[in-house]
């Protein structure tokens, strides 16, 4: 049996500040592995789909994975799970740092909130259950304030994760905060926490993590890091983190600038991961256990911004602020990602909305708005979206809503409702067949598809064969959801060394055949969820922009409704779904 007597669930009732403690089957286990997979399996069967998203009647399940408090690297994270209110449809996110292996130290391994508060609480979560507190008095807080008053509470052995004032207003990409400056940040979830009047959850424990096999796995470690040692993108990320993109994507003409109008920014040298190691102190940091380190703790060392410190920015928020907003200065950005952690807000959604809403201005539809690289009048409107005042409650509701409220929908970004990342499908267009399909809406994850097509591997126009060979990307990354995995050690883990972490912590024996099946029919339980709640074949394509604006003027760098529309009807197809992305054997 997967886990022995570990497998263990905390439902916890809001309303009645109640709980209880249910056992997960080893059938469960042997179905659903852990992590996305039992996420995927617990929210297909305990959320209506058609549920609002904000409602009393939709739910928050954490979960971690079978290699979480192991000894493995890569395995410091948590994953959140619940209907969006950003996109109506499946959402999951997830977060490194060093809250989960405390998660998992409580002895469950999936813990559902489920109906309302009638006024702000925190919880304290243990091995025994659940303590509630009130919280009144730190609603308004912010993160950084909010999880150092949450880690008195739990004495100097706990972890904790908080909303900031933008999941209390429940801005619809409100994100979940811990460590200060780790994010489960797409989807929304910060405003469902903040529906259910949650301020944080606070984490204790000394339950022991069973492992199947811990000499396969102690042998499994030192292969790894023996790999680490030689990888050239360990260095690269250890050296330069994600902020390197920024150079490569500037180089193929797939960094999107001026929102989604340029593939390329002039400044783009003043946002680089060069100028930021030559310009700001930084110091690498890591997730517990992880011998990468790709964060980066950095501090602004003299200007208007002296002093400031955070982790990051990440590449994804200098491609929000400095790309589609045109921040001249990686200083700049910082100050930006500062003030999106302690509110508690998505920079991906937020830099996205901010540029379109610039956009907006220059169209006439919006009167007021900010401009362009004009930081402090990015600043305040971040501000009135996280508390929804004028403009920003606008645009607290999200894209799609905000650009039909402002009758700006012909210019709007987002697939199903969320803004990609920073890889622009025109170029890369292995990507433009990831945002068109995944669970989430618009999403660089689910398969981290710019790493083949930028790498060489295959080649970005390529059209013929592109989704089998996305399917097999998607399918591994789904496997190391299921463990909880960083999507960094993609170039280390392969299909044979997911076997044996699964056959090392659970026991569980599935060769590469096996594990294909089992994230097929993941992904298709997500897909099917997205289906009852509203999702057709039509609605897993791209903005029309895409289609009809090429990103030079010979008109070379594009992609067609054709192109897209093959490589989809081949994903469905590979998937075993029928032509109207319906997976074979699955309820209506």
Not at 47 to 67: C, E, H, Q
Not at 257 to 276: C, F, L, N, P, V
Not at 337 to 343: A, E, G, I, P
Not at 542 to 552: A, D, G, M, S, T
């Given at each position: 049996?997967?886990?022995?007597?570990?497998?263990?669930?905390?439902?916890?009732?809001?309303?009645?500040?109640?709980?209880?403690?249910?056992?997960?089957?080893?059938?469960?286990w042997?179905?659903?592995?852990?992590?996305?997979?039992?996420?995927?399996y617990?929210?297909?069967?305990?959320?209506?789909?058609?549920a609002?998203?904000?409602?009393?009647?939709?739910?928050?399940?954490?979960?971690?994975?079978?290699?979480?408090?192991?000894?493995?690297?890569?395995?410091?994270?948590y994953?959140v799970?619940s209907?969006?209110?950003?996109?109506?449809i499946?959402?999951?996110s997830?977060?490194?740092?060093?809250?989960?292996?405390?998660m998992?130290?409580?002895?469950?391994?999936?813990?559902?909130?489920?109906?309302?508060?009638?006024?702000?609480?925190?919880?304290?979560?243990?091995?025994?259950?659940?303590?509630?507190?009130?919280?009144?008095?730190?609603?308004?807080?912010e993160?950084?304030?909010?999880?150092?008053?949450?880690?008195?509470?739990?004495?100097?052995?706990?972890?904790?994760?908080?909303i900031?004032?933008?999941g209390?207003?429940?801005v619809k990409?409100?994100?979940?905060?811990?460590?200060?400056?780790?994010?489960?940040?797409r989807?929304?979830?910060?405003a469902?926490?903040?529906s259910?009047?949650?301020?944080?959850?606070?984490?204790?424990?000394?339950?022991?993590?069973?492992?199947?096999?811990?000499l396969l796995?102690?042998?499994?470690?030192?292969?790894?890091?023996?790999?680490?040692?030689?990888?050239?993108a360990?260095?690269?990320?250890?050296n330069?983190?994600?902020?390197?993109?920024v150079?490569i994507?500037?180089?193929?003409?797939?960094?999107p600038?001026?929102?989604?109008?340029?593939?390329?920014?002039e400044?783009?040298?003043s946002?680089?991961?060069?100028?930021?190691?030559?310009n700001l102190?930084?110091?690498?940091?890591?997730?517990?256990?992880?011998?990468?380190?790709?964060?980066?703790?950095?501090?602004?060392?003299?200007?208007?911004?002296?002093?400031?410190t955070?982790?990051?920015?990440?590449?994804?928020?200098?491609?929000?602020?400095?790309?589609l907003c045109?921040?001249?200065?990686?200083?700049?950005?910082?100050?930006?990602?500062?003030?999106?952690?302690?509110?508690?807000?998505?920079?991906?959604?937020?830099?996205?909305?901010?540029?379109?809403?610039?956009e907006?201005?220059?169209?006439?539809?919006?009167?007021?708005?900010?401009?362009?690289?004009?930081?402090?009048?990015?600043?305040?409107?971040?501000?009135?979206?996280?508390?929804?005042?004028?403009?920003?409650?606008?645009?607290?509701?999200?894209?799609?809503?905000?650009?039909?409220?402002?009758?700006?929908?012909?210019?709007?970004?987002?697939?199903?409702?969320?803004?990609?990342?920073?890889?622009?499908?025109?170029?890369?267009?292995?990507?433009?067949?990831?945002?068109?399909?995944?669970?989430?809406?618009?999403?660089?994850?689910?398969?981290?598809?710019?790493?083949p097509?930028?790498?060489?591997?295959?080649?970005?126009?390529?059209i013929?064969?592109?989704?089998?060979?996305f399917?097999?990307?998607?399918?591994?990354m789904?496997?190391?959801?299921?463990?909880i995995?960083?999507?960094?050690?993609r170039?280390l883990?392969?299909w044979?060394?997911?076997?044996?972490?699964?056959?090392?912590?659970?026991?569980m024996?599935?060769?590469?055949?096996?594990?294909?099946?089992?994230?097929?029919?993941?992904?298709?339980?997500?897909r099917?969820?997205?289906?009852?709640?509203?999702?057709?074949?039509?609605?897993?394509?791209?903005?029309?922009?895409?289609?009809?604006?090429?990103?030079?003027?010979?008109?070379?760098?594009?992609?067609?409704?054709?192109?897209?529309?093959?490589?989809?009807?081949?994903y469905?197809?590979?998937r075993?779904?029928?032509?109207?992305?319906?997976?074979?054997g699955?309820?209506?």
């Amino acid at each position: 049996m997967a886990y022995g007597n570990h497998g263990k669930l905390l439902r916890i009732n809001l309303l009645q500040k109640s709980f209880r403690i249910e056992e997960i089957s080893a059938g469960v286990w042997q179905e659903a592995i852990g992590g996305k997979g039992l996420g995927t399996y617990l929210l297909s069967r305990e959320v209506d789909p058609a549920a609002d998203p904000l409602s009393a009647d939709n739910k928050l399940i954490f979960v971690t994975g079978p290699a979480c408090d192991t000894r493995i690297p890569a395995s410091s994270r948590y994953g959140v799970f619940s209907k969006s209110p950003l996109t109506g449809i499946y959402a999951e996110s997830y977060a490194g740092g060093h809250v989960a292996p405390l998660m998992k130290r409580t002895g469950f391994d999936a813990i559902i909130l489920e109906d309302k508060a009638i006024s702000p609480v925190f919880l304290h979560i243990n091995q025994g259950g659940v303590t509630f507190y009130e919280a009144e008095s730190i609603w308004g807080m912010e993160t950084y304030d909010a999880e150092d008053y949450l880690k008195k509470t739990g004495g100097s052995k706990c972890q904790a994760l908080v909303i900031g004032p933008a999941g209390e207003n429940l801005v619809k990409f409100a994100c979940i905060k811990n460590n200060y400056w780790r994010s489960a940040g797409r989807t929304g979830l910060g405003a469902v926490m903040g529906s259910k009047m949650v301020k944080g959850l606070v984490f204790t424990g000394e339950a022991k993590t069973p492992l199947a096999d811990p000499l396969l796995l102690k042998s499994y470690i030192g292969k790894l890091k023996d790999q680490g040692k030689t990888s050239s993108a360990v260095k690269a990320y250890f050296n330069y983190g994600t902020p390197m993109m920024v150079s490569i994507l500037n180089e193929v003409n797939s960094f999107p600038t001026r929102y989604w109008y340029q593939g390329s920014a002039e400044h783009k040298d003043s946002i680089s991961a060069e100028y930021m190691k030559d310009n700001l102190h930084v110091k690498p940091k890591a997730c517990r256990g992880c011998f990468i380190a790709c964060g980066k703790k950095t501090t602004v060392p003299q200007g208007r911004y002296k002093g400031l410190t955070i982790e990051g920015p990440e590449y994804e928020t200098i491609y929000s602020f400095g790309g589609l907003c045109c921040v001249k200065k990686l200083e700049e950005i910082v100050f930006l990602n500062d003030l999106c952690d302690r509110l508690g807000i998505d920079t991906i959604s937020t830099g996205n909305l901010v540029a379109f809403s610039i956009e907006g201005r220059l169209r006439g539809k919006i009167k007021n708005g900010p401009r362009y690289s004009d930081v402090v009048s990015m600043a305040s409107l971040i501000k009135d979206i996280s508390f929804r005042k004028g403009l920003g409650d606008i645009l607290a509701e999200g894209i799609r809503t905000a650009a039909q409220n402002l009758d700006l929908s012909d210019i709007a970004i987002h697939v199903k409702g969320m803004e990609p990342a920073g890889y622009d499908p025109r170029i890369l267009k292995g990507m433009g067949l990831g945002y068109a399909t995944s669970d989430r809406g618009a999403c660089h994850l689910r398969a981290t598809f710019y790493k083949p097509e930028l790498s060489g591997i295959i080649s970005p126009e390529q059209i013929e064969g592109k989704a089998a060979l996305f399917i097999d990307y998607e399918d591994r990354m789904t496997l190391f959801d299921c463990l909880i995995f960083c999507r960094f050690y993609r170039d280390l883990v392969d299909w044979g060394d997911l076997s044996t972490i699964i056959a090392a912590t659970t026991g569980m024996q599935f060769d590469k055949d096996k594990l294909q099946k089992k994230a097929n029919a993941i992904v298709g339980y997500a897909r099917s969820f997205n289906l009852k709640a509203g999702i057709t074949a039509k609605d897993d394509t791209l903005p029309p922009r895409f289609f009809q604006e090429p990103l030079n003027k010979e008109g070379r760098q594009s992609i067609t409704r054709a192109e897209l529309e093959y490589m989809v009807k081949d994903y469905y197809k590979l998937r075993g779904w029928d032509e109207e992305g319906k997976p074979a054997g699955k309820e209506d």
